[in-house]
């Protein structure tokens, strides 16, 4: 009922920069929370931002002031820009959406199929 695609991973070296992009569609009447997780290898995923309906942003203190989410409320669409990559941010990259679907006032939380960031030299 609710599908999203991510886009924007690969292989960049230190200090490097990439843009995320993770767009939903479906049966969608609102889009709330939007954000971006990362796991790395032998780790639990972790929060990296999020972003309200409203805007209001949150990010996990690793990536404060390299990492910005925004929005695109039109095209449903999150985008994570990651700047001064180091290794440690290697990890796969989920974007997870809290939408409500169309006709049924039920709400659901998405996760996307991942895409892949890895910093190397």
């Known amino acids: 009922q609710v599908q999203l695609v991510e886009s924007g991973g690969g292989l960049v070296q230190p200090g490097g920069s990439l843009r995320l992009s993770c767009a939903a569609s479906?049966?969608?009447?609102?889009?709330?929370?939007m954000g971006w997780y990362r796991q790395a290898p032998g780790n639990l995923r972790e929060l990296v931002a999020r972003?309200?309906?409203?805007?209001?942003?949150d990010y996990a203190d690793s990536v404060k002031g390299r990492f910005t989410i925004s929005r695109d409320n039109a095209k449903n669409t999150v985008y994570l820009q990651i700047n001064s990559l180091k290794p440690e941010d290697t990890a796969v990259y989920y974007c997870?959406?809290?939408?409500?679907?169309?006709?049924?006032?039920?709400?659901?939380?998405?996760w996307g199929q991942g895409t892949l960031v890895t910093v190397s030299s």
């Open positions: 997870n959406v809290g939408a409500e679907v169309r006709g049924t006032g039920r709400y659901l939380e998405v």
């Open positions: 972003i309200s309906s409203g805007g209001t942003t």
């Open positions: 479906g049966s969608i009447r609102s889009i709330y929370a």
